[in-house]
């Protein structure tokens, strides 16, 4: 069977890694027998100006919406850009698949390749293997905002925390089959601010709940300031952690920092066994655009991440133990922009897959 992919480079950046990273997925597939085509799509901040901007441009269009729904897989760059208001672009198309697929799961692994990428002091790759499993469809994210008196001293704006039991219940049950799955400690963090926050409460009762469907996973607990501070202090700790939208979207970023930046990290939205979607965690960057100086790596494991969502686990970790061979051997030599240009890394990594 062949996958239909579809391709949304974005903005800034996001065109440049995605194209190197396709050349990945071209140079791997067939010695892993995957048959694919990719359908590229313009959507991004240049589409909405170019389709009238303010004045009705569009995002994500219902008819690529409805085409997308028919596809395996979607494989993003970055979205987001000055030249639109804040959020809009990033509104309309990351956040509209995101829940108009219902892919509640953001997977979001972080993984340390070489201890010379970390800024921790004395700390190696056996220290830093984590996943963090970000709720994705709920939280402040999907609320609606509300501003009443705008603009006067008694303006009051409210976007609430919403949590739905269905919504909690599959992510964490996703959760404890992840640390069952990985088999490492056999156990289960809940990241959470039950204590401020008290309508996480639910969280609290669904994780107990849940687990006791999995007698053989500990539960561990943790405070979001409190899982912020031990991840830089003691990674180690960390197996696999669940947490919801909004703690997820700020733990990961010093997840990523921790794994050697944002140039490594990357993320599953994904609904298990339906058409889902991967993408590097960095944003456009967009002082960077069109300079062939971004470093693609983390849209390229993005491309891995969706191997294995599309049942292809081999080519899957063929592609990460890749990625890890060419830092460790310093062919990569950093993750940071600039050093090496976005096309040689890709083209790097497509020849070690290919050989
Ligand atoms: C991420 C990003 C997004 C988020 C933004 C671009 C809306 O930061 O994927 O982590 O907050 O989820
Ligand atoms: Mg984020």
């Given at each position: ?85 804040v ?53 402040a994210?999907?609320a609606q905002p509300e501003f009443t008196d705008k603009g006067t001293p008694d303006e009051v704006a409210v976007q609430p ?195």
């Amino acid at each position: 069977m062949s996958h239909k992919i579809a391709v949304v480079g974005g903005d800034g950046i996001g065109p440049e890694v995605t194209a190197a990273a396709l050349k990945v997925l071209e140079a791997i597939a067939p010695k892993h027998g995957i048959a694919y085509e990719t359908i590229e799509y313009p959507f991004g901040t240049d589409h909405w100006l170019e389709t009238g901007g303010t004045d009705g441009g569009e995002t994500l269009p219902d008819s690529a919406f409805a085409e997308i729904q028919q596809m395996d897989a979607v494989l993003l760059g970055a979205i987001g850009d000055p030249r639109a208001p804040v959020g809009l672009v990033e509104h309309g198309v990351i956040m509209r698949m995101r829940v108009g697929l219902d892919l509640f799961v953001n997977l979001r692994p972080v993984k340390l390749y070489d201890a010379r990428l970390c800024p921790l002091k004395d700390k190696t790759p056996d220290d830093v293997d984590m996943v963090i499993v970000r709720e994705n469809t709920e939280d402040a994210y999907t609320a609606q905002p509300e501003f009443t008196d705008k603009g006067t001293p008694d303006e009051v704006a409210v976007q609430p925390m919403r949590y739905t039991r269905k919504g909690t219940e599959r992510v964490i049950r996703y959760a404890y089959e992840l640390a069952r799955k990985r088999n490492k400690t056999n156990k289960l963090l809940m990241i959470d601010k039950a204590n401020a926050v008290r309508a996480q409460d639910l969280w609290t009762r669904t994780m107990a709940e849940v687990g006791e469907e999995f007698p053989d996973i500990e539960q561990d607990h943790a405070y979001i300031d409190a899982a912020c501070m031990w991840m830089v202090k003691n990674p180690e700790w960390f197996d696999v952690a669940v947490t919801t939208n909004l703690f997820g979207d700020i733990i990961t970023d010093v997840g990523a920092m921790i794994q050697g930046g944002l140039g490594v990290a990357a993320s599953g939205n994904i609904h298990p066994g339906q058409v889902s979607l991967f993408e590097p965690i960095h944003g456009s960057a967009p002082k960077y655009a069109g300079k062939n100086v971004a470093n693609p790596v983390a849209t390229v494991m993005a491309v891995g991440m969706m191997l294995d969502h599309l049942g292809h686990d081999a080519a899957a970790r063929e592609i990460e133990a890749t990625v890890a061979k060419l830092i460790q051997e310093n062919v990569i030599k950093s993750l940071s922009a600039g050093v090496q240009s976005t096309s040689e890394i890709g083209d790097l990594l497509a020849s070690a897959v290919a050989g």
